[in-house]
């Protein structure tokens, strides 16, 4: 399978823990991109790397989030002192594009976290 | 403000039937428009792209349009089947900055027997 990859598919974490959440893109995608999604919600923007640069954040990311692509192929996505609001679906998306233009998003199947 | 409005928030119908979702748009400039289906508990999906000079676009079943002129754009499902029941995503691609595809909150769509 070629597509964009998540790990873990489910979270189950404690109010104040730390997580962590991988993606990996396409492999010849140059742009990725955070979303985070909660019931009944479309898709909301949280940060896009490209390579290995982030070049925008949402105000949604708080300092508990940090994302990396250290290597401009996966991601992570770490979330520190989990809150229960945290609990949502995360989003990847890759894309292959220039410094220009929207080209399609390729969706991973998501990371599902639950914070009790 | 850059916004995209989906209408209706869902809809129920019988499989067989024929079906159209709204999305209305202020995003400017304008790039493309997509729909997107989404599956529960998974990704979306693209289904289709225009772009400002296309009107139409059709994949399989699924027919999107665009008028630019008004920032309207709807999906339309013929012939409904039971797999179509997802919640159907239109994104606009636009604005100024490195990032910018404004999401809309989606349609949910179940198709019953």
Not at chain 2, 13 to 25: A, D, F, H, R
Not at chain 2, 83 to 98: E, K, L, N, Q, R
Request: net charge positive; charged share 20%.
């Amino acid at each position: 399978d070629t597509g964009v990859s998540q790990n873990p598919r489910h979270k189950i974490t404690k109010r104040g823990q730390n997580v962590t959440f991988r993606c990996d893109p396409i492999s010849e995608h140059n742009r990725l991109y955070w979303y985070r999604q909660t019931l009944g919600q479309g898709p909301e923007f949280l940060t896009y790397f490209q390579n290995e640069a982030q070049l925008e954040k949402s105000r949604l990311l708080s300092d508990r989030f940090s994302a990396e692509r250290p290597k401009g192929s996966f991601s992570t996505l770490e979330i520190q002192r989990t809150e229960q609001g945290d609990s949502a679906m995360y989003l990847c998306a890759s894309s292959l594009g220039g410094t220009s233009g929207r080209p399609q998003q390729f969706f991973g199947p998501g990371t599902r976290l639950t914070v009790l | 403000k850059n916004q995209v409005e989906q209408s209706p928030q869902s809809l129920i119908i019988l499989e067989g039937k024929n079906c159209t979702l709204q999305c209305n748009y202020t995003v400017s400039p304008f790039s493309n428009l997509r729909w997107y289906k989404q599956d529960t508990g998974r990704g979306p999906v693209s289904l289709t792209i225009m772009t400002f000079s296309e009107n139409t676009k059709s994949n399989g079943r699924y027919t999107a349009t665009l008028d630019a002129d008004t920032k309207q754009s709807s999906l339309h499902i013929t012939a409904s089947q039971l797999s179509d029941s997802a919640s159907y995503i239109c994104v606009v691609s636009g604005g100024s900055g490195t990032y910018k595809y404004i999401f809309g909150t989606g349609t949910r769509l179940k198709v019953l027997a």
